[in-house]
């Protein structure tokens, strides 16, 4: 099973900051097989990122991704007020599909 | 659009068994996979296991095996996941989620159901 780390646990930003997010795996993972998601509060997930740096439909080009092998990031360019959520990482390439345990973003 | 809508929360006893629907539409029902996830404030985000609408034997997280069981129905497009023999430790939110942008059963989830919250207690 891979294992996924994010860090930092929980950032807290102001609007207009850039944001870097960490995902790091135990073994190598296919960069056509890496997610991010983001989840609000009472949510479901929603899918932000696939095969590590294409956005999903309707998602704002301030989201970014990025890395290879065991290091993936996720940047927000300028931080928004609605971009206060919890952040997940997934590998989808190998079973079991994994998540990472999620960094949260909050806005001060 | 594109909608997965899940069954209403559930409350069970230990030893039970539940079953939640995943109602899909806006999409050809046979096309996509369907995955489901479970969370809990404990242990995040868990996959469950992987059906295909158009057939053939759905596959399990091995943790799960033997407790869950994932069928279809292609005359509703309507997924299903049931769980015996409950316990504490299941009580959390299940999310069918559609399987997309990747090769064969190996793809991320696009459009998540709403999750239904499932709460096992004596």
């Known amino acids: 099973e891979i294992v996924l780390t994010q860090s930092p646990g929980t950032l807290s930003l102001s609007p207009g900051e850039r944001v870097t997010l960490s995902c790091r795996a135990s073994q190598s993972v296919n960069s056509d097989y890496l997610a991010w998601f983001q989840q609000i509060p009472g949510q479901a997930p929603r899918l932000l990122i696939y095969a590590t740096s294409s956005r999903a439909t309707g998602i704002p080009d301030r989201f970014s991704g990025s890395g290879s092998g065991t290091d993936f990031t996720l940047t927000i360019a300028r931080l928004e007020p609605e971009d206060s959520a919890v952040y997940y990482c997934q590998q989808y390439g190998s079973s079991p599909r994994t998540f990472g345990q999620g960094t949260k973003v909050e806005i001060k | 659009q594109v909608q997965l809508v899940q069954s209403g929360a559930e409350i069970k006893k230990p030893g039970a068994s539940v079953r939640v629907s995943c109602k899909t539409s806006?999409?050809?029902?046979?096309?996509?996979?369907i995955h489901w996830v479970r969370q809990t404030p404990g242990q995040g985000l868990e996959w469950m296991g992987i059906?295909?609408?158009?057939?053939?034997?759905?596959n399990y997280a091995q943790n799960l095996q033997g407790r869950v069981t994932m069928t279809r129905d292609t005359s509703t497009s309507t997924v299903y996941m049931e769980m015996s023999s409950l316990r504490s430790e299941d009580s959390a939110v299940y999310y069918c989620?559609?399987?997309?942008?990747?090769?064969?059963?190996?793809?991320?989830?696009?459009?998540w159901g709403q999750g239904t919250v499932v709460s096992v207690s004596s």
């Open positions: 806006g999409y050809t029902f046979t096309n996509y996979y």
């Open positions: 989620a559609r399987g997309a942008y990747g090769s064969g059963s190996y793809g991320t989830f696009d459009i």
């Open positions: 059906i295909n609408p158009s057939g053939g034997g759905p």
